[in-house]
């Protein structure tokens, strides 16, 4: 006979009795904040590769057309468009980042939660709510398995199928006996190892596609009696066990309807790897206190956290999509522009002599201060040597985007108008942009795009 509640079933009941009225108006807005932003990273996308494979693929199935492909704006099967959404919003590296659990959570849950909220036709209250549970979920998990898990895995691929079988779980009102079920086959799904990074393969996009997928799929087979593990994170031969040794169960649970670890969540203002926006931030710092040209720089040092390194050292800047996981590219590229944008990643910038010159004197160091702060900090240290003995420096704790440094609301509309680019008309970008400041009061989110 059970005597308690699993892990799963206590997310479940928590969640599945939260009502909007429970919720601060300023995570309100942070929660409307996060869907604008994950919207103009999936239109972005539209011109990458990969989501153009993945586009193809969508058009050769024939489906109900239920869910918008962001990108294209078409019709589709939910499970479909959540696949492709996923990978649209991830490809150009603008999406939003949960710093402490290493997490990036829209791009893996968004399209699922917003994928069942058109074909559900819910409110805008009632999506507020799902990517509220989604994004609690998916944090909480990747919080729970711990600094080990992501040394092989891709916490935005395993972690965000929980995430996104949970909030869609909400949209779709289930009860809390088939969320758990939804949690557990989210959980036996969830999977993204890091390997793409060596050859920079299109792999990485397939992760937030089919976590946000999978994710749907759990809520949906749920919703028709599909039964899952209900000890999918706690179990024997559960997720933290097998993918984790450092996991902390606790975590899961602690603070639910007191802790909103989502209010915690970066939104990016570089276009680049997280990792490297510290570094970014701090040689932005260092170089805007010297008023000379480039070429009189004899080397920049940048000191960062060891964690750092080991994901992003090895990385070689090959093609413009590897370039943003380069942190000598990322570097060199802000001193010589003063900015890390989109534009700044195209085949002649990966070869510009001027750039290239500078990634030649950047050396990378791990500080054992910085790596103690890491995950509830990424900070940076940069030092610039100029040719005459001059040096200046730049320190970065929290890189623009963070909550402790947050975009402005002017800052966040405007990255929406240019991630979406030619892809909608400014009329509808600015349609759009108002609808989701407003979400509240949306009846129907199907609206968002209009047939």
Not at 2 to 24: G, Q, V
Request: hydrophobic share 40%; proline share 4%; aromatic share 8%.
């Amino acid at each position: 006979m059970k005597t308690s509640r699993s892990i799963s079933e206590n997310l479940a009941n928590y969640f599945c009795t939260l009502r909007y009225e429970d919720l601060p108006d300023n995570l309100v807005y942070q929660v409307k904040a996060f869907f604008l932003d994950w919207l103009g990273s999936a239109f972005a996308g539209l011109a990458q590769r990969p989501v153009q494979i993945m586009i193809s693929v969508a058009k050769d199935m024939k489906g109900s057309i239920e869910a918008t492909i962001i990108p294209t704006k078409d019709k589709h099967l939910p499970i479909i468009a959540a696949l492709v959404n996923g990978a649209s919003s991830h490809v150009v590296e603008m999406d939003d980042l949960h710093r402490e659990s290493i997490f990036h959570p829209a791009a893996s849950i968004l399209p699922a939660v917003f994928a069942a909220g058109e074909k559900e036709h819910v409110s805008g209250r009632t999506l507020i709510l799902g990517i509220l549970t989604g994004y609690e979920v998916g944090i909480r998990a990747a919080l729970a398995a711990g600094k080990s898990h992501y040394e092989y895995w891709h916490t935005t691929a395993t972690c965000g199928t929980f995430g996104a079988a949970a909030g869609a779980a909400r949209v779709m009102g289930l009860e809390p006996e088939p969320f758990a079920w939804a949690i557990g086959s989210a959980g036996t799904q969830s999977a993204g190892l890091w390997e793409f990074l060596t050859d920079g393969a299109m792999s990485k996009q397939l992760h937030p596609g089919k976590s946000s997928m999978n994710g749907l799929l759990s809520a949906l087979l749920a919703k028709k009696g599909f039964t899952g593990a209900i000890h999918i994170f706690e179990g024997e031969k559960g997720f933290l066990k097998a993918t984790s040794n450092d996991y902390n169960f606790n975590i899961l649970t602690d603070g639910l309807g007191k802790t909103f670890h989502t209010a915690r969540n970066s939104l990016k203002y570089f276009a680049s790897c997280g990792h490297t926006h510290s570094a970014i931030d701090a040689a932005l710092k260092a170089w805007g206190k010297i008023d000379q040209d480039v070429h009189a720089i004899r080397s920049v040092t940048v000191n960062l956290y060891q964690e750092a390194l080991d994901l992003l050292q090895a990385v070689e800047p090959k093609t413009p999509y590897l370039a943003k996981f380069n942190l000598p590219f990322c570097v060199a590229t802000a001193i010589y522009s003063g900015h890390v944008a989109l534009e700044d990643f195209d085949d002649e910038r990966i070869k510009k002599p001027e750039i290239m010159r500078l990634m030649e004197i950047i050396s990378l160091k791990s500080d054992p201060e910085l790596t103690m702060q890491y995950p509830k900090k990424w900070p940076s240290r940069v030092e610039i040597e100029l040719a005459d003995g001059e040096r200046c420096d730049g320190y970065c704790e929290y890189p623009k985007g963070d909550p402790e440094n947050p975009l402005s609301e002017n800052d966040l509309i405007a990255k929406f108008h240019k991630l979406c680019g030619d892809a909608i008309s400014e009329g509808e970008k600015s349609r759009i942009v108002d609808m989701v400041l407003n979400l509240e009061r949306v009846d129907d989110v199907s609206k968002i795009f209009r047939s």
